[in-house]
């Protein structure tokens, strides 16, 4: 279960730093990196399969931070946009 733990967290940091880096202006430091790459991936792992889409790269941990990479992207792009409209 640590092992598990450990590895989600990696896994989101480097998915939430590759997501900021891609959607400028959204500096979070390295524990909201690790958020938004762990909301990423719960994003993912709903809206993909429910598109139809799947990511197949074996499964491993390149697939893991694709896929979790491309849910942060929708989750900060959604967060710019909400942001947009609120100022």
């Not at 092992?3 to 590759?18: F, S």
């Amino acid at each position: 279960m640590l092992e598990a733990l450990i590895i989600a967290l990696v896994v989101g940091g480097i998915a939430g730093w590759l997501a900021g880096l891609l959607v400028q202006g959204t500096g979070f430091g390295l524990v909201g990196d690790i958020v938004v790459g762990i909301l990423g991936a719960l994003i993912a792992g709903f809206l993909f399969p429910a598109l139809g889409l799947a990511l197949t790269l074996g499964g491993g941990i390149l697939g893991a931070i694709l896929t979790a990479f491309l849910g942060a992207v929708i989750l900060l792009l959604f967060v710019r946009v909400i942001k947009q409209v609120a100022a």
